[in-house]
Protein backbone atom coordinates (compact mmCIF):
# COMPACT_ATOMS: atom_id res chain seq x y z
CA UNK A 1 0.00 0.00 0.00
CA UNK A 2 0.92 3.56 -0.57
CA UNK A 3 1.61 5.55 2.21
CA UNK A 4 -1.66 7.31 2.12
CA UNK A 5 -3.26 4.30 1.72
CA UNK A 6 -1.69 3.30 5.46
CA UNK A 7 -2.33 6.78 7.13
CA UNK A 8 -5.95 6.56 5.77
CA UNK A 9 -6.56 3.46 7.02
CA UNK A 10 -4.70 4.05 10.42
CA UNK A 11 -6.92 7.06 10.58
CA UNK A 12 -10.56 5.33 10.30
CA UNK A 13 -9.31 2.10 12.39
CA UNK A 14 -8.48 5.24 15.07
CA UNK A 15 -12.10 6.27 14.59
CA UNK A 16 -13.87 3.05 14.42
CA UNK A 17 -12.00 2.52 18.01
CA UNK A 18 -12.95 5.62 19.44
CA UNK A 19 -16.58 4.63 18.53
CA UNK A 20 -16.36 1.56 20.55
CA UNK A 21 -15.10 3.38 23.18
CA UNK A 22 -17.48 5.77 23.23
CA UNK A 23 -20.41 3.20 23.50
CA UNK A 24 -18.79 1.29 25.79
CA UNK A 25 -19.19 4.79 28.01
CA UNK A 26 -22.54 5.13 27.68
CA UNK A 27 -22.65 7.37 24.18
CA UNK A 28 -22.75 11.04 23.60
CA UNK A 29 -24.57 13.25 26.23
CA UNK A 30 -24.65 10.06 28.87
CA UNK A 31 -21.00 9.90 29.92
CA UNK A 32 -21.06 9.49 34.05
CA UNK A 33 -18.90 11.85 35.99
CA UNK A 34 -17.11 9.80 38.90
CA UNK A 35 -18.02 10.55 42.64
CA UNK A 36 -15.29 12.95 44.42
CA UNK A 37 -13.22 11.37 47.09
CA UNK A 38 -14.80 13.25 50.31
CA UNK A 39 -13.61 13.89 53.34
CA UNK A 40 -15.30 14.11 56.70
CA UNK A 41 -13.86 14.93 60.25
CA UNK A 42 -15.39 14.23 63.73
CA UNK A 43 -15.19 12.95 66.95
CA UNK A 44 -17.38 9.62 66.99
CA UNK A 45 -14.97 6.94 67.31
CA UNK A 46 -13.75 5.27 63.18
CA UNK A 47 -14.88 1.66 64.27
CA UNK A 48 -18.60 2.78 64.36
CA UNK A 49 -18.02 5.81 61.61
CA UNK A 50 -16.10 2.93 59.23
CA UNK A 51 -18.75 -0.05 59.93
CA UNK A 52 -21.57 2.74 59.31
CA UNK A 53 -19.83 4.05 55.62
CA UNK A 54 -19.22 0.15 54.95
CA UNK A 55 -22.40 -1.14 55.44
CA UNK A 56 -23.66 1.94 52.83
CA UNK A 57 -21.41 1.25 50.58
CA UNK A 58 -22.89 -2.17 50.44
CA UNK A 59 -25.90 -1.30 50.23
CA UNK A 60 -25.67 1.85 47.82
CA UNK A 61 -21.92 0.87 46.15
CA UNK A 62 -21.17 4.01 44.22
CA UNK A 63 -23.80 6.54 45.80
CA UNK A 64 -20.84 7.99 47.87
CA UNK A 65 -17.23 7.68 48.42
CA UNK A 66 -16.20 9.28 51.83
CA UNK A 67 -13.25 9.12 54.04
CA UNK A 68 -13.88 9.44 57.49
CA UNK A 69 -11.22 10.90 59.93
CA UNK A 70 -11.49 10.81 63.92
CA UNK A 71 -10.27 13.53 65.50
CA UNK A 72 -9.37 14.62 69.36
CA UNK A 73 -12.56 17.15 70.51
CA UNK A 74 -10.23 19.16 72.57
CA UNK A 75 -7.82 20.09 69.42
CA UNK A 76 -10.62 20.01 66.95
CA UNK A 77 -11.71 23.36 66.80
CA UNK A 78 -8.24 24.46 66.23
CA UNK A 79 -7.06 22.02 63.78
CA UNK A 80 -10.22 22.43 61.75
CA UNK A 81 -10.17 26.14 61.87
CA UNK A 82 -6.40 26.02 60.53
CA UNK A 83 -7.18 23.69 57.95
CA UNK A 84 -10.23 25.91 56.69
CA UNK A 85 -7.66 29.25 56.32
CA UNK A 86 -4.96 26.97 54.42
CA UNK A 87 -7.27 25.34 52.00
CA UNK A 88 -6.99 21.66 52.94
CA UNK A 89 -9.98 21.31 54.94
CA UNK A 90 -12.58 18.31 54.82
CA UNK A 91 -15.47 18.50 52.96
CA UNK A 92 -17.73 17.48 55.67
CA UNK A 93 -17.79 18.18 59.47
CA UNK A 94 -19.74 16.06 62.72
CA UNK A 95 -20.91 19.67 64.40
CA UNK A 96 -21.98 19.17 67.87
CA UNK A 97 -24.80 21.99 68.88
CA UNK A 98 -22.13 23.53 71.31
CA UNK A 99 -19.88 24.64 68.58
CA UNK A 100 -22.12 25.85 66.49
CA UNK A 101 -20.80 29.43 67.13
CA UNK A 102 -16.79 28.55 67.37
CA UNK A 103 -17.78 27.11 63.25
CA UNK A 104 -20.40 28.34 61.71
CA UNK A 105 -18.53 31.01 59.96
CA UNK A 106 -16.34 28.33 58.31
CA UNK A 107 -19.78 25.89 57.22
CA UNK A 108 -21.72 26.53 54.31
CA UNK A 109 -25.30 26.68 55.45
CA UNK A 110 -27.84 24.39 53.42
CA UNK A 111 -30.11 26.83 52.06
CA UNK A 112 -33.86 26.87 53.07
CA UNK A 113 -35.09 26.14 49.73
CA UNK A 114 -33.06 22.43 49.21
CA UNK A 115 -33.79 21.48 53.06
CA UNK A 116 -36.51 23.04 54.50
CA UNK A 117 -37.96 24.12 58.02
CA UNK A 118 -40.75 21.97 57.29
CA UNK A 119 -38.38 18.67 56.63
CA UNK A 120 -36.29 19.63 59.57
CA UNK A 121 -39.49 19.11 61.69
CA UNK A 122 -41.65 16.86 60.26
CA UNK A 123 -38.11 14.27 59.81
CA UNK A 124 -35.82 15.34 62.62
CA UNK A 125 -35.97 15.55 66.98
CA UNK A 126 -37.27 19.25 67.44
CA UNK A 127 -33.75 19.90 69.15
CA UNK A 128 -32.08 19.94 65.20
CA UNK A 129 -33.88 22.87 65.10
CA UNK A 130 -30.74 24.50 66.84
CA UNK A 131 -29.22 24.76 63.56
CA UNK A 132 -31.38 27.00 61.82
CA UNK A 133 -29.79 29.77 60.31
CA UNK A 134 -31.92 32.62 58.10
CA UNK A 135 -29.80 32.15 55.34
CA UNK A 136 -30.47 28.36 55.75
CA UNK A 137 -29.20 24.70 57.98
CA UNK A 138 -26.15 24.69 58.94
CA UNK A 139 -26.16 21.06 59.34
CA UNK A 140 -28.82 17.76 59.51
CA UNK A 141 -29.12 16.07 62.77
CA UNK A 142 -27.09 13.01 62.67
CA UNK A 143 -27.09 11.92 66.38
CA UNK A 144 -28.51 12.50 69.19
CA UNK A 145 -27.18 11.70 73.02
CA UNK A 146 -29.72 12.81 75.93
CA UNK A 147 -29.62 13.51 79.79
CA UNK A 148 -31.12 10.67 81.96
CA UNK A 149 -31.19 9.75 85.37
CA UNK A 150 -29.33 6.34 86.39
CA UNK A 151 -30.53 4.51 89.66
CA UNK A 152 -28.93 2.24 92.28
CA UNK A 153 -31.34 -0.50 92.31
CA UNK A 154 -29.73 -1.70 95.39
CA UNK A 155 -29.78 1.17 97.68
CA UNK A 156 -33.78 1.85 97.22
CA UNK A 157 -34.17 -1.83 97.81
CA UNK A 158 -32.38 -1.83 101.15
CA UNK A 159 -33.87 1.72 102.04
CA UNK A 160 -37.56 0.20 101.37
CA UNK A 161 -37.72 2.97 98.30
CA UNK A 162 -39.44 0.99 94.99
CA UNK A 163 -38.81 3.54 92.27
CA UNK A 164 -36.61 6.94 91.84
CA UNK A 165 -38.27 10.21 92.24
CA UNK A 166 -40.05 11.56 88.96
CA UNK A 167 -40.71 15.34 90.54
CA UNK A 168 -37.67 17.43 92.27
CA UNK A 169 -40.04 17.67 95.19
CA UNK A 170 -39.62 13.92 96.04
CA UNK A 171 -36.09 14.53 97.19
CA UNK A 172 -36.95 16.01 100.57
CA UNK A 173 -38.26 12.58 100.82
CA UNK A 174 -35.87 10.31 99.64
CA UNK A 175 -32.28 12.32 100.92
CA UNK A 176 -33.22 12.02 104.50
CA UNK A 177 -33.59 8.03 103.83
CA UNK A 178 -30.37 7.23 101.30
CA UNK A 179 -28.17 9.42 102.46
CA UNK A 180 -25.78 8.33 105.41
CA UNK A 181 -23.46 10.62 107.51
CA UNK A 182 -20.50 8.98 110.33
CA UNK A 183 -20.17 10.38 113.61
CA UNK A 184 -18.13 13.27 112.22
CA UNK A 185 -21.28 13.96 110.20
CA UNK A 186 -19.41 13.44 106.53
CA UNK A 187 -21.68 11.80 104.06
CA UNK A 188 -20.65 8.28 103.50
CA UNK A 189 -23.43 7.37 101.31
CA UNK A 190 -25.01 10.16 98.99
CA UNK A 191 -28.69 10.18 97.48
CA UNK A 192 -27.87 12.91 94.42
CA UNK A 193 -24.67 14.59 93.17
CA UNK A 194 -26.28 18.04 92.62
CA UNK A 195 -24.88 21.49 94.40
CA UNK A 196 -20.94 21.71 93.45
CA UNK A 197 -19.23 21.60 89.90
CA UNK A 198 -15.85 20.62 90.89
CA UNK A 199 -16.66 16.77 90.85
CA UNK A 200 -19.84 16.39 89.60
CA UNK A 201 -19.92 14.93 85.75
CA UNK A 202 -21.74 16.95 83.34
CA UNK A 203 -22.51 19.45 86.23
CA UNK A 204 -23.00 21.99 83.31
CA UNK A 205 -25.50 19.94 81.25
CA UNK A 206 -26.93 19.58 84.81
CA UNK A 207 -28.17 23.05 85.67
CA UNK A 208 -28.76 23.68 81.89
CA UNK A 209 -31.76 21.48 82.31
CA UNK A 210 -32.87 22.93 85.74
CA UNK A 211 -32.61 26.37 83.65
CA UNK A 212 -34.68 25.11 80.72
CA UNK A 213 -37.46 23.74 83.02
CA UNK A 214 -37.47 26.56 85.33
CA UNK A 215 -38.50 28.78 81.97
CA UNK A 216 -34.88 30.57 80.86
CA UNK A 217 -33.30 29.15 77.54
CA UNK A 218 -30.12 30.69 78.49
CA UNK A 219 -29.25 32.53 75.02
CA UNK A 220 -31.59 33.32 72.66
CA UNK A 221 -30.89 34.25 68.52
CA UNK A 222 -32.83 37.28 66.92
CA UNK A 223 -35.85 36.55 63.92
CA UNK A 224 -35.34 36.36 60.55
CA UNK A 225 -36.89 39.67 60.23
CA UNK A 226 -34.47 41.54 62.81
CA UNK A 227 -32.19 43.95 61.57
CA UNK A 228 -29.46 41.68 62.68
CA UNK A 229 -30.88 38.17 61.84
CA UNK A 230 -29.15 35.05 63.36
CA UNK A 231 -27.70 37.62 66.37
CA UNK A 232 -27.27 35.42 69.68
CA UNK A 233 -27.84 36.89 73.06
CA UNK A 234 -27.31 35.65 76.58
CA UNK A 235 -30.11 35.71 78.88
CA UNK A 236 -29.47 34.21 81.76
CA UNK A 237 -30.50 36.96 83.98
CA UNK A 238 -34.33 37.33 82.01
CA UNK A 239 -37.25 36.92 84.23
CA UNK A 240 -39.47 36.39 81.78
CA UNK A 241 -42.26 37.21 83.37
CA UNK A 242 -41.98 35.38 86.11
CA UNK A 243 -41.62 36.56 90.05
CA UNK A 244 -38.16 35.57 90.67
CA UNK A 245 -35.81 35.17 87.74
CA UNK A 246 -35.75 31.53 86.19
CA UNK A 247 -32.06 30.94 86.64
CA UNK A 248 -31.77 32.16 90.30
CA UNK A 249 -34.59 29.27 91.14
CA UNK A 250 -32.37 26.99 89.46
CA UNK A 251 -29.59 27.62 90.91
CA UNK A 252 -31.33 28.20 94.44
CA UNK A 253 -32.52 24.70 93.73
CA UNK A 254 -29.22 23.26 93.15
CA UNK A 255 -26.91 24.77 95.41
CA UNK A 256 -28.81 23.78 98.41
CA UNK A 257 -28.04 19.35 98.00
CA UNK A 258 -24.32 20.98 98.89
CA UNK A 259 -25.27 23.24 101.73
CA UNK A 260 -24.46 21.50 105.27
CA UNK A 261 -27.50 23.45 106.91
CA UNK A 262 -29.84 22.55 104.59
CA UNK A 263 -32.26 19.48 104.55
CA UNK A 264 -31.72 18.83 100.87
CA UNK A 265 -27.68 18.15 102.12
CA UNK A 266 -26.14 14.99 99.79
CA UNK A 267 -22.75 16.10 98.27
CA UNK A 268 -19.82 18.25 99.18
CA UNK A 269 -17.03 18.25 97.42
CA UNK A 270 -14.94 16.52 99.94
CA UNK A 271 -16.55 13.60 98.12
CA UNK A 272 -15.24 11.14 95.08
CA UNK A 273 -15.86 12.30 90.95
CA UNK A 274 -19.85 11.61 90.77
CA UNK A 275 -19.49 9.15 88.17
CA UNK A 276 -17.17 7.02 90.75
CA UNK A 277 -19.22 7.85 93.66
CA UNK A 278 -22.02 6.13 91.41
CA UNK A 279 -19.89 3.08 90.40
CA UNK A 280 -18.64 2.58 93.42
CA UNK A 281 -22.27 1.91 95.36
CA UNK A 282 -22.05 5.39 96.95
CA UNK A 283 -24.03 7.05 95.18
CA UNK A 284 -28.13 6.47 94.84
CA UNK A 285 -28.59 8.40 92.10
CA UNK A 286 -26.28 10.10 88.89
CA UNK A 287 -27.11 12.60 85.97
CA UNK A 288 -25.41 11.28 82.56
CA UNK A 289 -25.67 10.83 79.17
CA UNK A 290 -26.95 7.82 77.44
CA UNK A 291 -23.91 7.75 75.92
CA UNK A 292 -23.05 6.99 79.71
CA UNK A 293 -24.87 3.44 80.04
CA UNK A 294 -21.86 1.08 78.63
CA UNK A 295 -19.06 2.76 80.79
CA UNK A 296 -21.31 2.57 83.81
CA UNK A 297 -21.89 -1.13 83.11
CA UNK A 298 -17.95 -1.55 82.09
CA UNK A 299 -16.57 -0.29 84.80
CA UNK A 300 -18.79 -2.16 87.34
CA UNK A 301 -20.60 -5.38 85.51
CA UNK A 302 -22.07 -6.36 89.11
CA UNK A 303 -23.91 -3.14 89.80
CA UNK A 304 -27.43 -3.57 90.12
CA UNK A 305 -28.63 0.01 88.35
CA UNK A 306 -31.60 0.97 86.02
CA UNK A 307 -32.06 4.50 83.96
CA UNK A 308 -35.09 6.29 84.01
CA UNK A 309 -36.35 9.73 82.73
CA UNK A 310 -34.63 12.74 84.63
CA UNK A 311 -36.89 14.90 87.15
CA UNK A 312 -39.56 17.36 86.27
CA UNK A 313 -40.57 20.14 88.48
CA UNK A 314 -44.87 18.88 89.35
CA UNK A 315 -46.20 22.56 88.03
CA UNK A 316 -45.29 21.84 84.45
CA UNK A 317 -46.37 19.46 81.81
CA UNK A 318 -43.75 20.56 79.43
CA UNK A 319 -40.90 17.67 79.82
CA UNK A 320 -37.38 18.67 79.01
CA UNK A 321 -33.88 17.49 79.19
CA UNK A 322 -30.72 18.55 77.41
CA UNK A 323 -29.24 16.69 74.91
CA UNK A 324 -25.99 16.78 72.90
CA UNK A 325 -26.97 16.45 69.19
CA UNK A 326 -24.68 16.33 66.18
CA UNK A 327 -25.31 16.92 62.67
CA UNK A 328 -23.52 16.77 59.63
CA UNK A 329 -22.62 20.39 57.73
CA UNK A 330 -20.95 20.97 54.76
CA UNK A 331 -17.01 23.15 55.46
CA UNK A 332 -16.46 25.99 53.55
CA UNK A 333 -13.87 25.73 51.19
CA UNK A 334 -14.49 22.19 49.77
CA UNK A 335 -14.79 21.57 45.93
CA UNK A 336 -17.83 19.23 45.88
CA UNK A 337 -20.60 21.08 48.16
CA UNK A 338 -23.36 19.63 45.82
CA UNK A 339 -21.35 16.03 46.38
CA UNK A 340 -20.91 16.85 50.19
CA UNK A 341 -24.56 17.53 50.51
CA UNK A 342 -25.75 14.32 48.71
CA UNK A 343 -23.94 12.29 50.77
CA UNK A 344 -25.27 13.67 54.13
CA UNK A 345 -28.79 12.94 52.68
CA UNK A 346 -27.52 9.38 52.48
CA UNK A 347 -25.86 9.51 55.46
CA UNK A 348 -28.62 10.77 57.67
CA UNK A 349 -31.57 8.43 55.79
CA UNK A 350 -33.20 6.31 57.48
CA UNK A 351 -31.54 3.38 56.95
CA UNK A 352 -28.34 4.99 57.97
CA UNK A 353 -29.28 6.50 61.31
CA UNK A 354 -30.83 2.78 61.93
CA UNK A 355 -27.63 1.37 61.64
CA UNK A 356 -26.06 4.08 63.41
CA UNK A 357 -28.33 3.45 66.37
CA UNK A 358 -27.84 0.07 66.29
CA UNK A 359 -23.67 0.75 66.75
CA UNK A 360 -23.71 3.37 69.11
CA UNK A 361 -26.78 2.21 71.47
CA UNK A 362 -28.80 5.45 71.06
CA UNK A 363 -31.62 6.52 69.99
CA UNK A 364 -32.40 7.73 66.75
CA UNK A 365 -32.45 11.12 65.91
CA UNK A 366 -34.87 10.64 63.42
CA UNK A 367 -39.54 11.06 64.08
CA UNK A 368 -39.97 8.21 62.04
CA UNK A 369 -37.79 5.68 63.89
CA UNK A 370 -38.72 6.90 67.18
CA UNK A 371 -42.88 5.53 66.09
CA UNK A 372 -41.79 2.42 64.60
CA UNK A 373 -38.61 0.89 65.82
CA UNK A 374 -38.78 -1.75 68.34
CA UNK A 375 -36.76 -0.97 71.33
CA UNK A 376 -33.70 -3.59 71.82
CA UNK A 377 -33.71 -2.97 75.57
CA UNK A 378 -35.73 -1.26 78.39
CA UNK A 379 -33.02 1.25 78.69
CA UNK A 380 -33.50 2.57 75.40
CA UNK A 381 -37.62 3.34 75.85
CA UNK A 382 -35.84 5.82 78.27
CA UNK A 383 -33.45 6.80 75.90
CA UNK A 384 -35.45 7.65 73.32
CA UNK A 385 -37.80 9.50 75.17
CA UNK A 386 -35.64 11.65 76.31
CA UNK A 387 -34.32 12.18 73.12
CA UNK A 388 -37.86 14.02 72.18
CA UNK A 389 -37.76 16.09 74.84
CA UNK A 390 -34.19 17.17 74.59
CA UNK A 391 -33.06 20.86 74.71
CA UNK A 392 -29.87 22.94 74.32
CA UNK A 393 -28.51 26.31 73.86
CA UNK A 394 -26.30 28.41 71.84
CA UNK A 395 -23.03 27.80 73.86
CA UNK A 396 -19.92 30.26 72.83
CA UNK A 397 -17.43 28.22 74.15
CA UNK A 398 -17.96 25.12 75.89
CA UNK A 399 -14.70 25.11 77.93
CA UNK A 400 -14.58 29.04 79.06
CA UNK A 401 -18.69 28.22 79.71
CA UNK A 402 -17.98 25.65 82.16
CA UNK A 403 -15.74 27.73 83.83
CA UNK A 404 -18.56 30.90 83.86
CA UNK A 405 -21.12 28.10 85.39
CA UNK A 406 -18.73 27.14 87.90
CA UNK A 407 -17.63 30.92 89.21
CA UNK A 408 -21.39 31.41 89.55
CA UNK A 409 -22.19 28.53 91.68
CA UNK A 410 -18.95 28.96 93.42
CA UNK A 411 -20.01 32.62 94.49
CA UNK A 412 -23.00 31.46 95.68
CA UNK A 413 -21.62 28.19 97.97
CA UNK A 414 -19.12 30.61 99.99
CA UNK A 415 -21.56 33.75 100.16
CA UNK A 416 -19.45 36.20 98.03
CA UNK A 417 -22.52 36.66 96.05
CA UNK A 418 -26.07 36.80 96.33
CA UNK A 419 -27.63 34.73 93.41
CA UNK A 420 -28.93 37.66 91.62
CA UNK A 421 -25.69 38.92 91.35
CA UNK A 422 -23.94 36.06 90.21
CA UNK A 423 -26.57 35.24 87.77
CA UNK A 424 -25.61 39.03 86.57
CA UNK A 425 -22.20 38.72 86.33
CA UNK A 426 -22.54 35.11 84.93
CA UNK A 427 -24.84 36.55 81.90
CA UNK A 428 -22.27 39.71 81.09
CA UNK A 429 -19.03 36.83 81.01
CA UNK A 430 -21.36 34.45 78.75
CA UNK A 431 -22.62 37.81 76.20
CA UNK A 432 -18.75 38.49 75.77
CA UNK A 433 -17.67 35.30 74.60
CA UNK A 434 -20.71 35.33 72.13
CA UNK A 435 -18.68 36.65 68.57
Same mark, same amino acid.
Given at each position: ????????????????????????????????????????????????????????????????????????????????????????????????????????????????????????? !??????????????????????????????????????????????????????????????????????????????????????????????????????????????????? !???????????????????????????????????????????????????????????????????????????????????????????????????????????????????????????????????????????????????????????????? !???????????????????????????????????????
Amino acid at each position: MTTFQVVLLSFFGFIVIAAVLLFASGGLGTSTVSTPDLTMWGTLPSQQINDLLAAIDNNQRGVIKVTYFQKDPETFHTEFTGAVAEGRGPDIIMLPQNEILLERNKLLPIPLATFTTREMQ !DTFVEEGEIFYTSRGFLGVPFSIDPLVMYWNRTLFQNAGLSKPPVYWDEFSTVIPILTKKDQASNVTQSTVALGEVTNIAHAKEILSTLIFQAGNPITAISSPTDPRPDKVSAVL !DQKFSSAIAPTEAALDFFTQFADPNNPAFSWTRALPYSANAFTNGTLAIYFGFASDYAILREKNPNLNFDVAPVPQPRSSSNKITFGNITALAIAKGTKYSDDAYSAIRVLTSNSSIGLLTVATNLPPVRRDLLATTTPTSAAMVVFNNAALQSKSWFDP !DPVKSADIFKRMVDAIQSGSRTTSDAVSSANVELQNLIP
